[in-house]
């Protein structure tokens, strides 16, 4: 970079030179001093070069890009810490605890502090209550990594334990676990969380998961060395615990349900049974079981296919059970009443080619008795006559073949094909339950519809705050004639007898329908039933609608009227007086046991 | 010039006071905080308790459990309806 063309022509830089040894020597002299120089200037410029850089260097990291270097700090102290929250509780209408989130605790560990101090394991695998082999096991062959769960969900107390032996690097983080006190009473309805999370999986907890799930909360917090936080910087986001659910359910109600229930199923050697209970003034659900259940709070024995809340999922064909249904459309056309007589003998009727029996040939009978001795041929014969769209929109403003809009996942809407593919032999079928499906909670609002004077509610697992409006499905003079008819069916005649209440008249239909299998009915030896039971009480001014299914019963007696109307008239009897219902039929009442009282002037 | 170096005064014996402040808003902060997460614990810790409380009464007061007390220790039976007597007014 040297040399003498940096030097600029003209300038006098040196005196001339006198002889030709100084011109020598001063020529040397000229040069060094020239390299001398011209490296000053670049050492110099170099310099400027690189205190520019670190000007533009520092103006970029302080003013350009401030965050940066912050953070980097802030990173160095500061923790992001999540605050749980609380999940909402689910109550009984009465305020009862059905579902409840308590606090536990779960320890985890960091591995390589923990082995440090290896002979504390001992010690903790006991606080643990687990093998100490296992941990050590457990520990070692996690030593990659900075956080491993020891034991999840742990009672608080015995957290307390662990943490009072005070072992390097085995730290407590609070959790909640889900709790349901009524266990098994409760399990189909509602359902369940994931483990270890707050997320509903089944039944409620999944129906309502946006309004009963929390929200965790994230702050910023500044920690010292060890750990444990100094001071809060920022709320990011506060922790939002999930609201409460009121449900409709009364427990006693359903305990009562549950009981009658599983007893019957178990006296029967039934394969299932499902039972559901409904407020008629509000559409409110008060009870709904099924057998075989399951306890929530213990769930690993228990395979998935019984998580099913069969009340709402499960499909089936009524079988005489939907015969009131189906006479409101024959009433409703004024073609029929109560008296009309319907011919019967002589107990058969073939409708193309199938063959359609009674139990026993019932002769000529008004339509009341059709329904009271549940008669296939008179119904058939009398849905004949009739439009066949007429009964499919009965059937429909009853809410068969739609959902109940309870909003229980997977609610089945049941199947009720239309009627434009309706021939004469479907047609007398649907009239007394086949070729048609429903679920249990369809066939309860059918009835608690009945119940309301024709008015149809909406079905709700929420109870209701105020009076809830209905729609008027059918004409209210029908419907107190076909809650006439049903009475009869729980008369001493009737098929249903024994779902007669001491002091309550009830009105109901039996129902025992044979099970469709992969191929057809069955045989006689093999034939498998649907025992079933639908009513309302007090039939003088209905408060509860009830359904009583009882899948596959083993034993001798199968019939709706045998097996599944004693259950209805248990639950009953126990929810009118839980319920304090007045009784409506004191002229059936021995007199002995009345007691009458006047008031004083 | 007097002026000048009056208000330069007042300024540094202010900028001393906000100091000062700074320093007692910090320490009480802090102060609050640790005592703030003391009241944290312990209302977790009641919560926690309340949460049990509520478990264990639900558990013993189970319908099923009741019923069976009921009916295998006080030996309680439910009325014969002709046992009843239904007041009429």
Not at chain 1, 485 to 510: F, H, I, P, W
Not at chain 1, 522 to 547: E, M, N, Q
């Amino acid at each position: 970079m040297s040399g003498p063309g940096m030097i600029k022509p003209g300038m006098t830089l040196f005196k001339p030179m006198k002889s030709a040894a100084r011109l020598a020597s001063r020529t040397e002299e000229r040069s060094a001093a020239d390299q001398f120089r011209s490296r000053l200037r670049v050492v110099l410029g170099t310099m400027l070069v690189l205190c520019i850089c670190l000007i533009v260097r520092a103006v970029d990291l302080q003013l350009l890009d401030d965050g940066f270097l912050e953070q980097q700090g802030d990173a160095r102290y500061t923790r992001i810490a999540k605050l749980s929250a609380n999940r909402g509780g689910v109550y009984d209408r009465n305020g009862e605890t059905l579902a409840a989130s308590v606090p536990v605790d779960t320890v985890w560990a960091n591995p390589r502090e923990v082995l440090r101090s290896s002979e504390q394991i001992p010690r903790l695998a006991a606080a643990l209550h687990r093998d100490r082999r296992w941990l050590t096991q457990l520990l070692t062959s996690n030593l990659d990594r900075d956080f491993l769960y020891l034991v999840r969900h742990m009672s608080p107390s015995d957290a307390a334990q662990v943490a009072a032996l005070q072992v390097p690097g085995v730290y407590l983080m609070r959790e909640y676990q889900r709790f349901y006190p009524a266990g098994e009473v409760t399990g189909h309805l509602l359902g369940f969380t994931k483990k270890y999370e707050d997320v509903g999986q089944e039944g409620l907890e999944l129906a309502y998961d946006g309004w009963l799930g929390a929200q965790r909360g994230l702050k910023r917090v500044i920690q010292d060395r060890l750990g444990r936080t100094v001071e809060d910087v920022e709320s990011i986001r506060a922790a939002e615990p999930g609201n409460d659910l009121i449900a409709s359910i009364d427990l006693r109600v359903q305990y009562l349900a549950y009981r009658e229930l599983k007893a019957a199923v178990q006296e029967h050697h039934a394969k299932a049974g499902s039972l559901v209970v409904l407020d008629i003034e509000t559409g409110e659900v008060l009870a709904m079981v099924n057998q075989p259940t399951y306890n929530p709070n213990d769930r690993e024995q228990v395979a998935p296919s019984r998580y099913r809340n069969r009340a709402v999922t499960d499909i089936f064909e009524p079988g005489s059970s939907i015969k009131p249904f189906v006479a409101a459309a024959a009433l409703a056309s004024g073609r029929y009443h109560p008296d009309t007589i319907i011919d019967t003998s002589p107990g058969m009727i073939q409708v193309g080619l199938k063959p359609i029996t009674d139990r026993h040939n019932l002769g000529r009978v008004s339509l009341t008795t059709v329904i009271a001795k549940s008669s296939n041929v008179g119904m058939s014969k009398m849905a004949l006559t009739l439009a066949p769209e007429a009964m499919w929109n009965s059937l429909h403003s009853f809410g068969f073949g739609a959902v109940s809009g309870s909003g229980f996942p997977g609610e089945s809407a049941g199947l009720l094909s239309d009627y434009a593919h309706w021939r004469k032999v479907e047609q007398a079928s649907v009239s007394y339950g086949y070729f048609l499906s429903v679920t249990p909670l369809q066939l309860a609002h059918a009835y608690a519809t009945l119940g309301a004077g024709g008015i149809a509610r909406p079905v709700t697992l929420r109870r209701a705050e105020q009076p809830v409006p209905g729609e008027q499905v059918i004409d209210p003079a029908v419907a107190r004639e076909l809650l006439a008819m049903m009475e009869s069916v729980v008369s001493q005649d009737g098929t249903g007898n024994r779902a007669a209440l001491a002091g309550y008249r009830v009105a109901g239909k039996t129902g025992t329908a044979q099970k469709f299998t992969g191929n057809g009915y069955g045989t006689d030896g093999a034939r498998k039933y649907v025992a079933t039971f639908g009513g309302v009480v007090p039939a003088s001014r209905p408060r509860l609608a009830a359904i009583v299914v009882i899948d596959e019963p083993g034993g001798q007696a199968y019939y709706g009227g045998d097996v599944a109307a004693p259950v209805f008239a248990n639950v009953m009897a126990g929810a009118l007086r839980l319920m304090g219902v007045p009784p409506d039929a004191l002229d059936r009442i021995p007199e002995a046991t009345l007691v009458r009282v006047s008031h004083e002037p | 010039m007097s002026s000048g170096r009056g208000a330069l005064s007042v300024l540094s014996a202010v900028l001393l006071v906000t100091a000062l402040a700074v320093v007692w808003s910090r320490h009480t902060t802090r102060s609050l905080f640790i005592e703030l997460q003391s009241l944290r614990r312990e209302r977790d810790a009641l919560d926690t308790e309340w949460q049990q409380l509520k478990i264990e009464q639900s558990a013993w007061a189970t319908h099923g459990r009741v019923e069976q007390t009921a009916r295998s220790v006080l030996k309680m039976v439910v009325p014969r309806p002709e046992e009843v007597r239904l007041i009429q007014e």
